[in-house]
């Protein structure tokens, strides 16, 4: 903190004809400003508190485990937080999505790591060029709100995952979706963006029309449910999201988080409204 001490000038000798005049109190120091405080970095603080990337257990997320015999299809892989985890793990790694950048950089990422084998998928997953039953682990998070053809996507994850795979699959929450939805660009509901809001009993049948036996459903991520409704409000860039509300935000989860009582509470929220829903599954042996 920066000390802000203002000195007064010498005194000055009084001259007989000159009234002399008291000295203004000196203001109070300015306070400092709040140090910098980085958004993504509560939410990666808060993932973990959720069960995500379990260094110990090698858990992706709680109960879903892996190892380097592994053969992981991440579908929709994004810039590749989820592949790294696998390859750090020794896995065989399969990246697929539809943007070429994506999956060409999350294929340079994964050289960093030990992953036994890495392969890249440029598509729509209609159809994914891969065999049938080739994974041994399936990874989708928050894919299936974009795509034209839910049971085609789900049942193309299902051939080419083989009898006892398992899937890790997340969608966003419906309780803070129609809550965005009053707020956010209405191009955030258009495609190729959000097309449809997946309610959370409709998530469940999705997956067991698909096939497939559903091991735990849990939701996650009121941190980041009102961190992009704030987001939609400060119109800031989201390469270099920093503005007083959202860096207020995540100052107070964080304070949240090293409260006594913050885990019960902020369990209790993530049950109210949270980001997203994830459902652990697998595929009948």
Known sequence: MRDLIKRLFGSVKPDAAVQVMPVAEAAPPAPAPAAAVDSFHIGLR??????????????LYRGFAINAEDVVLDAGCGDGGNSLFCGHRGAHVIVADIDAGKVEFTKQRLTETRARIVQGLVGDANPFLLDDGIASKVICMEVLEHVDDTAQFLGELVRVGKAGAHYLLSVPDPVQ????????????????????????????????????????????????????????????????????????WARTWELLMDSPNGEQVRKALNDFMPKSQIIIARKPG
């Open 46 to 59: 808060d993932a973990l508190a959720s069960g995500w990337y379990l260094q110990e257990s090698d858990e």
């Open 177 to 248: 979706e129609h809550i965005q939805k009053k707020v956010a660009p209405a191009s955030h509901f258009e495609k190729p963006n959000h097309i449809r809001i997946i309610e959370r009993e409709q998530f469940e049948k999705m997956v067991t029309d698909a096939g497939l036996i559903v091991e735990r459903h849990d939701y996650y991520g009121f941190y980041w449910s009102v961190w992009w409704l704030l987001f939609w409000v400060c119109k800031v860039d989201l390469s270099n999201a920093h503005h007083p509300l959202l860096d207020s």
